[in-house]
């Protein structure tokens, strides 16, 4: 299968790496004005070495003020890494709803975020682009 994509888009070629973020000990109020302030919906929760714990979005950001992140995230959300094939990860997010991937390496580590939308556009456009170049070809 490895071979069947080879030299096309990965989702390091897409992922947003100004994703907010948080620790533990951090406040919810704080990390949502923060996070709104960025102009995102959801922040991810790190420790010192920047290795993904949780994630804060939706209900979370209900909790009163001064409630601790570690209290309301969301634990071990599922990662992806940044060699993924772009076009197969795209189909698998569309296939079941998701909007967003979080990318790490394969320690963990916080690379950034994959926006579905953002994927489909690139892919969009490489298929065009190829398009033109083979119609230039065949004239």
Same mark, same amino acid.
């Given at each position: 299968?490895?071979?069947?994509?080879?030299?096309?888009?990965?989702?390091?070629?897409?992922?947003?790496?100004?994703?907010?973020?948080?620790?533990?000990?951090?406040?919810?109020?704080?990390?949502?004005?923060?996070?709104?302030?960025?102009?995102?919906?959801?922040?991810?929760?790190?420790?010192?070495?920047?290795? #993904? $714990?949780? /994630?804060?979005? +939706?209900?979370?950001?209900?909790?009163?003020?001064?409630?601790?992140? &570690?209290?309301?995230? @969301?634990?071990?959300?599922?990662?992806?890494?940044?060699?993924?094939?772009?076009?197969?990860?795209?189909?698998?997010?569309?296939?079941?709803?998701?909007?967003?991937?979080?990318?790490?390496?394969?320690?963990?580590?916080?690379?950034? #975020? $994959?926006? /579905?939308?953002? +994927?489909?556009?690139?892919?969009?456009?490489?298929?065009?682009?190829? &398009?033109?170049?083979? @119609?230039?070809?065949?004239?």
């Amino acid at each position: 299968m490895a071979g069947e994509y080879a030299g096309i888009r990965k989702a390091i070629d897409i992922v947003r790496r100004d994703v907010p973020t948080c620790r533990l000990d951090d406040r919810v109020g704080d990390v949502h004005q923060e996070t709104q302030a960025a102009g995102w919906k959801v922040c991810l929760v790190v420790n010192e070495h920047n290795i #993904v $714990l949780g /994630r804060l979005r +939706g209900d979370a950001w209900q909790a009163e003020p001064q409630t601790r992140v &570690e209290e309301v995230m @969301e634990n071990g959300p599922t990662t992806f890494r940044p060699d993924n094939f772009l076009e197969p990860l795209i189909k698998r997010m569309k296939e079941r709803k998701v909007g967003s991937v979080i990318i790490t390496n394969s320690d963990g580590g916080l690379i950034g #975020v $994959l926006f /579905r939308k953002d +994927g489909e556009e690139l892919l969009h456009r490489d298929h065009s682009m190829n &398009e033109n170049k083979n @119609e230039s070809r065949s004239n």
